[in-house]
């Protein structure tokens, strides 16, 4: 079946090309969507080639620090915060971090090992908005709520966060492998305002556990967060180490 190419060479003419993402499919590294496609669970009509879009930006305006939706994991790996960096540097390997994209973390399809992977604790920790466009035009709003609603007809454009002053810490549990993988993940990030908590790897998205906000009691992430059981760890494993690494990313914070 023949696939109409499209290739935007601006983020303005990604988001016109998307539209409402009515038979779009969007393409940036390829990680994820090309063993789809092999697989056959994936045949595109319309494929939305983002390598040229310049969404690969990262840089900092005031007091935001703007990441564009095709800024590699290998560039975040590189980068200067903190937090990014640590996650997005154990993702798979070196040939994937150079190709996946930050976008594509964030809309792996439900069931796929990544969507419930590396980048959202992170991002939900540092408190990052996700800017995207789709029906009813471009929207920003707190990562949370954007990985807990439909993301299949929204093209993500880029998300931000603010910078200045905060403590960090983070604690992950991994299977080992030629591509590594997450079982589960937390990250921890306080300003002056207050805590937030992170936790990925343990369900279909990420989410942030206000529970552990309110209380630091490292047990409280189960209210909050509900471990499924995949081929990497059971349900019963995720439910006995989640604390556990809660109170390791909390303890760094700590010490900072």
């Known amino acids: 079946m023949a696939v109409e190419t499209l290739v935007p060479a601006t983020a303005d003419e990604a988001a016109t090309l998307f539209g409402d993402g009515e038979g779009i499919t969007v393409v940036a590294g390829g990680t994820i969507l090309m063993p789809l496609i092999n697989a056959g669970q994936v045949a595109p009509t319309r494929a939305l ?21 095709a800024a590699t994991l290998e560039a975040l790996a590189r980068g200067s915060e903190e937090l990014l960096a640590r996650f997005a540097s154990e993702v798979a390997d070196g040939e994937v971090r150079r190709a996946a994209t930050l976008g594509g973390n964030l809309c792996a399809p439900p069931g796929a090992v990544v969507s419930r992977g590396d980048l959202g604790a992170p991002l939900v920790a540092l408190g990052a908005r996700v800017r995207s466009t789709g029906a009813g035009g471009e929207r920003t709003e707190p990562i949370e709520d954007f990985l807990a609603g439909s993301r299949n007809d929204r093209l ?59 209380s630091r009691e490292p047990v409280d992430v189960l209210r909050d967060v509900e471990p499924v059981d995949d081929a990497l760890a059971t349900a019963a494993y995720r439910r006995e180490i989640l604390p556990l690494l809660v109170r390791r990313a909390l303890d760094e914070l700590e010490t900072r």
């Open 49 to 69: 080639l983002l390598h040229r879009s310049g969404l690969d930006a990262i840089e900092t305006v005031g007091a935001v620090v703007r990441i564009g939706a």
């Open 156 to 214: 993500v454009l880029g998300v931000e966060y603010d910078d200045g002053e905060r403590r960090v810490g983070a604690a992950t549990m991994r299977r080992r492998h030629a591509h590594s993988y997450s079982i589960a993940n937390v990250a921890v990030c306080e300003r002056p305002d207050g805590l937030r908590v992170g936790v990925s790897g343990v369900g279909d998205t990420a989410v942030r556990c206000r529970s552990v906000e309110a």
